[in-house]
């Protein structure tokens, strides 16, 4: 019986200026680090080990993942770093205070843009070049709605953490709010139109333990 935690990283400083953050490198908050740590004690104290972890490009996550496994003394496990996990890319959004984006197009547009699940933000007039996407050959989006970011982040699911999971070896996936919801989605069968009832906090992991299927026998939510 395989189990399956999800993580969103630790608080950054985009969270702690509430901005819109994206594919923005925002670096974990002193507050960030400590949430980091707390989650990866409270793992180790539940026994829970890992054979592989799998976390974004971004920072926040990055440095978020390696706490928690130093707190767990997993500091010897591969990671896998794929820009699928990525957050989504809120595009011309990024950058932006969430009040200010709010009161200049009102709570119906900005609820669908940050929540809903087909709508797509303002796009970049161009996209942005980043080296660590150029290496790649991946074009970074304009802007991706949650459908999107559940498209390019399930080829990830099926090639690199299912057949790990189905070969009964427990993972870790550090990531995002938007793309761990996108996961969560796909896991649990949420309906498009209730996605925007889902929120995922910072540093509160989500315990899956899964069947020889990968259906949900048991879900989770460690609150800290």
């Known amino acids: 019986m395989p189990i399956l935690i999800v993580v969103r990283h630790g608080q950054s400083q985009a969270n ?13 908050t002193a507050k960030g680090v400590a949430q980091a740590k707390k989650v990866g004690q409270i793992l180790a104290k539940r026994g829970y080990q890992y054979t592989a972890v799998h976390t974004s490009y971004m920072q926040r996550a990055i440095i978020t993942a390696n706490l928690i496994l130093a707190a767990q003394d997993q500091l010897y496990l591969p990671i896998y770093k794929t820009w ?4 989504r890319h809120y595009g011309a959004l990024s950058g932006q205070h969430k009040d200010e984006v709010k009161a200049r197009v009102g709570e119906k547009q900005f609820k669908a843009w940050r929540r809903g699940y087909s709508a797509v933000p303002p796009r970049l007039s161009q996209p942005q070049h980043d080296r660590r996407y150029d290496r790649l050959g991946v074009q970074v989006p304009l802007a991706e709605s949650l459908a999107m970011t559940e498209k390019r982040l399930l080829p990830y699911w099926e090639d690199a953490i299912a057949p790990r999971l189905l070969n009964n070896e427990n993972q870790l996936v550090v990531a995002h709010g938007s793309s761990l919801r996108a996961l969560i989605k796909y896991l649990e069968g949420i309906p498009d139109d209730q996605i925007n009832q889902v929120e995922v906090p910072n540093a509160e992991p989500i315990v899956y333990r899964l069947d020889d299927r990968l259906k949900i026998i048991q879900k989770e939510i460690i609150a800290n």
Do not use: A, K, Q, V
């Open 16 to 28: 702690l200026d509430n901005i819109f953050t994206g594919w923005t490198d925002s670096p974990l």
């Open 84 to 87: 699928r996990l990525n957050e």
